[in-house]
């Protein structure tokens, strides 16, 4: 299926790695002109340097600290003709509510929560000025299926997936559609590196991670690539009439009784 995104450019947060760097080379696959933006600078040059080579498009890294607000209005501004705005960047901290002291639980949300709202606050106006845009959030299944060993993480992930449906189902009526995509476990370099470490206290072997995952649907993990598919069609003109949605991308994890 031609989704008939050559042409259009496009700015993904977190692109560093992992969800985002997937979308990232997904989209400029499809022919988009891609902004990468993350904290890294010298991550964010490597890769920006590889989709040119490979996809022979248009691409530029953006390294920024989404958490100040002021680095977020200098973004939108340097970007503010994009069509398709991917807010990907964050990670909140897992652990019971006794075990997140107020710092690191406002972190968590600063980056996240309050970094998505600002993002799309910015670049909603642009968006609105033109009649037309696409904003998506990747999320995460947190916040379907609550858990109080992930308190803060959660809440921001329920609160992030109403926030895209109040949106998205208003933003219609200015030729915007909001859409968000929750992903379940997914092999980032984040989770191998946590579950490696895991695997090596526990199994004396930190290969051995996807022992773990043998739970799970299909008995795996997903892979950032399946995500970054979901988010180019949702990007697309073929889901033109999806907006206000939340499409869970975990192989039906969150419909179990049981994972581990």
Known sequence: MDLQLAGKSVLITGASQGIGLAVAR???????????????????????ESIRKDFG???QAHPTDLTDLANIQALAKACEGVDILVNNA???PGGRIDEIDDTHWRAGWELKVFGYINMTREFYAFMKSRG????????????????AKYAAGAASN????????????????????????????IATERM??????????????????????????????????????????????????????VVTVDGGTVLRDSIF
């Open 132 to 147: 037309q845009g696409v904003i998506i959030h990747v999320i995460g299944i947190g916040g379907e299926r609550p858990d």
């Open 57 to 59: 498009v248009k691409a």
């Open 192 to 245: 191998v590196t946590i579950l490696g470490a895991k695997a090596e206290k526990e199994l004396g072997d930190a290969e051995r991670w996807p022992e773990f995952m043998s739970g799970l649907p299909f008995g795996r993990a997903g892979h950032p690539e399946e995500v970054a598919n979901v988010v180019a069609f949702l990007a697309s003109d073929r889901a033109s009439y999806v907006s206000g949605t």
């Open 90 to 92: 964050g990670a909140v």
């Open 26 to 48: 997904q989209m400029a696959e499809e022919g988009c002109h891609v902004h990468l933006a993350a904290r890294s600078r010298d991550k964010l040059e490597s890769e920006v």
């Open 158 to 185: 329920a609160g992030l997936m109403a926030f895209s449906r109040a949106l998205g189902g208003k933003s219609a009526d200015d030729g915007i559609r909001v859409v968000a995509v929750n992903p379940g476990w």
